[in-house]
C-alpha cells in the first residue's frame, strides 16, 4: 500500500529524489510504494496509477531505454 513520507535532507544536504514515472525531482514530500520487491519512489497519485497501468504493463518492471536512444531520435529527426 501506498504511503506518503517527507524527505528529512537538511538544507545543506544534496540529496535528490526522483519521481520514478516521470522523472521529477522531488523536494519535499513523495509518495512510495513496493512494487516488484522494490521500494519505487512517486512525485503523487497520477504517476503511481501511470506507473502501474502503463508501466508495467507495457515496458515491464525493470525497464531501461536502449543505449542508443538519443542517436535514433538524432536520426529521425526532420531537419
Given amino acids: 500500500m ?4 517527507e524527505n528529512d535532507a537538511q538544507w545543506y544536504e544534496e540529496r535528490m529524489l526522483h519521481c520514478a514515472t516521470c522523472g ?9 510504494d513496493v512494487i516488484a520487491d522494490r521500494t519505487r519512489i512517486f512525485c503523487g497519485d ?3 496509477a501511470l506507473f502501474r497501468d502503463y508501466v508495467l ?3 515491464g ?3 531501461r531505454p536502449p ?3 538519443g542517436e535514433r531520435y538524432k536520426k529521425l529527426m526532420v531537419k
Fill in 2 to 5: 501506498a504511503e506518503w513520507r
Fill in 24 to 32: 521529477r525531482m522531488i523536494a519535499k514530500r513523495y509518495l512510495t
Fill in 46 to 48: 497520477g504517476c503511481l
Fill in 57 to 59: 504493463v507495457e515496458r
Fill in 61 to 63: 518492471a525493470d525497464y
Fill in 67 to 69: 543505449a542508443d536512444t
